[in-house]
């Protein structure tokens, strides 16, 4: 059984840091391209980033580059959401993906609240 879950979303007040976790399991995760989306109300999900099983990390959003960086553990099937210096227009919810050539997998998605 497929599962993906995030963790580690909450209230951040800006220019603040938080972390955001992944846990996956059910498939063969060193395979798969793991990204990190968000939603804001009313919007299309957007990419921010995304690293390989080989950890080469592609398509980081211009918005949030230097600011955010992604991560991942091929041995606890982790990858992980660093996020500083953080603005209110970061607020959204946050969602882990898993992509490979032939199946896709969305987590529950959490939300990520940046206010004074």
């Known amino acids: 059984q497929v599962r993906i879950e995030e963790s580690g979303g909450g209230l951040v007040q800006p220019g603040g840091s938080l972390k955001l976790s992944c846990a996956a399991s059910?498939?063969?995760?060193?395979?798969?391209?793991m990204s990190w989306y968000r939603q804001f109300p009313g919007t299309e999900r957007e990419l921010l980033g995304s690293?390989?099983?080989?950890?080469?990390?592609?398509n980081f959003l211009d918005s949030v580059r230097g600011r955010f960086t992604i991560s991942r553990d091929n041995v606890e099937n982790t990858v992980t959401l660093q996020m500083n210096s953080l603005k209110p227009e970061d607020t959204a919810v946050y969602y882990c993906?898993?992509?490979?050539?032939?199946?896709?997998?969305w987590g529950q998605g959490v939300q990520v609240t940046v206010s004074s």
């Open positions: 059910g498939f063969p995760f060193r395979s798969y391209v």
């Open positions: 690293i390989s099983g080989l950890h080469s990390i592609t």
């Open positions: 993906h898993a992509r490979s050539h032939s199946y896709e997998y």
